[in-house]
């Protein structure tokens, strides 16, 4: 059994910064890519930060250079450091994984529940 949990949302005024946290957890083998997702009400899901196992990063243009994301390998755990933030940012942030685990050792996309980040004065 293999649990994705985020922590860190919360409401913050305009040019503010947050910290999002997703850990995994369980009978887990090997995480390779994780990501960080965004969803508004009305609107798909977008990718908005990757990061592979040995660290090479990718940003969606509308976040570059005000988000930062980082893992650590040990702790199964990837970061979100959201700086200089601004209302249209304002989402549910979702974390994704591929997850290798289980006696099958099989690897599979796993989704955190998500985050409610809101962006106001």
């Known amino acids: 059994q293999v649990q994705v949990v985020e922590s860190g949302g919360g409401l913050v005024q305009p040019g503010g910064s947050l910290r999002l946290s997703c850990a995994a957890s369980?009978?887990?083998?090997?995480?390779?890519?994780m990501h960080w997702f965004r969803q508004v009400p009305g609107k798909q899901r977008e990718l908005v930060a990757s990061?592979?196992?040995?660290?090479?990063?990718n940003y969606a243009d509308s976040v570059k250079g005000r988000f930062t994301i980082s893992r650590d390998n040990a702790k199964n755990t990837v970061y979100l450091q959201m700086n200089s933030l601004k209302p249209e940012d304002t989402a549910v942030y979702y974390c994704n994984a591929a997850i290798r685990s289980g006696i099958a050792l099989n690897t599979y996309d796993y989704w955190g529940q998500g985050t409610q980040v809101t962006v106001s004065s």
């Open positions: 369980g009978s887990i083998f090997s995480v390779y890519g």
């Open positions: 990061i592979t196992r040995s660290g090479t990063t």
